[in-house]
C-alpha cells in the first residue's frame, strides 16, 4: 500500500542537518530520488511519501535532534500506511543499525559512501516490509558522478574532494567520510562550465581541506591552479571555496586569489583557538604565529579582504590564559564574522577521553565573552564599509525581515550579507540579479543599503528564477575507480568542514 495516488508518482522530502557540504549531499539525494520517478512534495506537505534525513554528527546534540524529529514522524507514518523514512548521512554512518534499533519505523539507513543506494533500498524495503541498512567501509561510488538537482538557478556546489587526511583530536568526521580522494582538475571544470552553461553565476568549491587538493596526484600547487582555471571560463563571475587549512596553505593561492579576478576577495580560515597549547592538544599543526602569517599576507594581496573563521571554545585542558590568547588572536586578525563553538565531546574521538574536561558554566561564561569580542570588532569592520557601494548578488531567504521592510538580500562579493532597498525597482529585481548599490548602516552580522540602487542588471540565473527553473546535472564521469579506501563528501562551516 503507498500513500501516492493510484498511478501518480511518490513525493519525497530530503530534510538537512549541517554544512554546505551536506547542502550539496542532500541536492545529489534530490538528484537520485527524481531520476528514479519521485516528485518533490511541497514544503508544508506533512505526509511526503518519502522523508530524507541527511544528518550531521559534529555537534553533541545532532543524536538528540534526529531521534526527536523521527519521534514526531512516528505518528504521521502511522496514519499513511506505505510512507517511508530513511536516515543518511554521519549519524547514519556512526550509529548504524542503532538507528533502526531505536526508532524501528524507519525504512532506511544509508551511509556517507553510498548515497547513490538510496533508490534501491526505499524500493527492497517497501518489497520486503522490512528495514533496509547498508553503510559502507569505503566510498562506492564519487558523488559528483550522481545526478544532482540544484538548489539554486545562481549559485553552485562543486565538490573538488572528498575525505580528510588529517587527526584533529576534536572531529569525528575522518573516520565517517575517510581519506581524502581528489577528482582530477578536468572533471572539476566540466561541472562548472555545466553549471554556467545552465546560468549559475557563482560558484564554491569544496574541500574537507582544500589546501591539500593534489596529493592523491602529486601536485601540491594543484589548488592555485584550478583557481586560476576558474578564471578562464565565460560567464563565471565569482569563485569562492571552503574550507582550506592553515598548515597547507600556500603563497600561490593567495597570488591566484589576487591574480583571477571572478575569485572574491573572501577567505573562511578556521582558528579554532589562539593558544599554541591547545592547538598542540588539538593536533592542529599550526601555532597562531603562522595564522596570523598568513592573514598577513592575504591582507597585504588583497586589502579588501574578508576573512572568516571558526572558534571552538573550552577544549579539554584550556586555561583562562590560553583563552586570553585567543580572544587577543581575534582582535589581531579582525575577522568580519566567526563561527564560534563551545566544545563538544563526541564519542570515538581522541579528545572526548582527555583529562581536564571544563565545567559547562566555565565553558559557557568564555563562550559569551568570545562572542562580544567578536561582535565588537566585526561590527567594527562593518563600519568602514558605510558610504561604500557594493555589488550584490541578490539571494533567496537570506533576509528574514524582507518581506515587513520592503528590502530584498543578497551577498557582496566578499561574503557580507546585504538587505537593500529596491526604490523604483521594486518588482523588477529577480533573485540571481545584480545590484549595486550605497551602504548605509553597518550591523555586526550583516549591512543595509537604504537608498535606490546605483545600477541592477537582469542575468540569465534571474530569468531561471523568474521561470521557476532550477538547474540539474546529469553527474560528471570520473576518471577515478567506482570502488576505493574509505572517502568524504566534505564538511561543514563551522563543523565538519572547520578544518
Known sequence: ???????????????????????????????????????????????????????????????????????????????????????????????????????????????????????????RARHNAAAEVEILESLEVFPSTLPTRRESTYAGWVSISVGCNNTCTFCIVPSLRGKEKDRRPGDIL?????????????????????????????????FGKLLRACGDIDGLERVRFTSPHPKDFTDDVIAAMAETP???????????????DVLRAMRRSYRSERYLGIIEKVRAAMPDAAITTDIIVGFPGETEADFVRTLDVVREARFSSAFTFQYSKRPGTPAATMDGQLPKQVVQERYERLI???????????????????????????????????????????????????????????????????????APHHLNADGAPLAHRRTRAGDAAEAGQVPRTPGVLLGLPTIGAPAVPPAPVGGCAAH
Open 262 to 276: 571572478n575569485v572574491c576577495h573572501s577567505l573562511h580560515m578556521p582558528l579554532q583557538s589562539g593558544s599554541d
Open 1 to 123: 500500500m503507498t500513500t501516492a495516488a493510484a498511478g501518480s508518482p511518490r513525493t519525497y522530502q530530503v530534510r538537512t542537518y549541517g554544512c554546505q557540504m551536506n547542502v550539496h549531499d542532500s541536492e545529489r539525494i534530490s538528484g537520485l530520488l527524481e531520476d528514479a520517478g519521485y516528485v518533490r512534495a511541497a514544503e508544508a506537505d506533512e505526509q511526503p511519501d518519502v522523508v530524507v534525513f541527511n544528518t550531521c554528527a559534529v555537534r553533541e546534540n545532532a543524536d538528540n535532534r534526529l531521534y526527536g524529529n523521527l519521534g514526531h514522524l512516528r505518528p504521521v507514518k502511522a496514519k499513511h500506511p506505505g510512507m517511508q523514512i530513511a536516515v543518511g548521512g554521519c549519524l547514519a554512518q556512526k550509529d548504524r543499525g542503532d538507528i533502526v534499533r531505536k526508532a524501528p519505523w524507519v525504512d532506511v539507513v544509508f551511509g556517507t559512501h553510498n548515497i547513490g543506494s538510496l533508490p534501491a533500498l526505499l524500493d
Open 190 to 222: 566540466s561541472e562548472v562550465r555545466a553549471l554556467v552553461d545552465s546560468g549559475v553565476l557563482e560558484v564554491t568549491l569544496l574541500g574537507q581541506n582544500v589546501n591539500s587538493y593534489g596529493v592523491e596526484f602529486g601536485d601540491r600547487y594543484a
Open 372 to 442: 562580544a569580542c567578536v561582535e565588537e570588532i566585526t561590527w567594527a569592520e562593518n563600519k568602514k564599509l558605510v558610504g561604500e557601494t557594493v555589488e550584490v548578488l541578490v539571494a533567496v531567504g537570506e533576509g528574514r525581515k524582507d518581506e515587513r521592510t520592503g528590502r530584498m538580500s543578497g551577498r557582496a562579493r566578499d561574503g557580507r550579507l546585504v538587505h537593500f532597498a529596491t526604490g523604483d525597482l521594486a518588482g523588477r529585481i529577480r533573485p540571481g540579479d545584480i545590484v549595486h548599490t550605497t551602504v548605509t548602516y553597518a
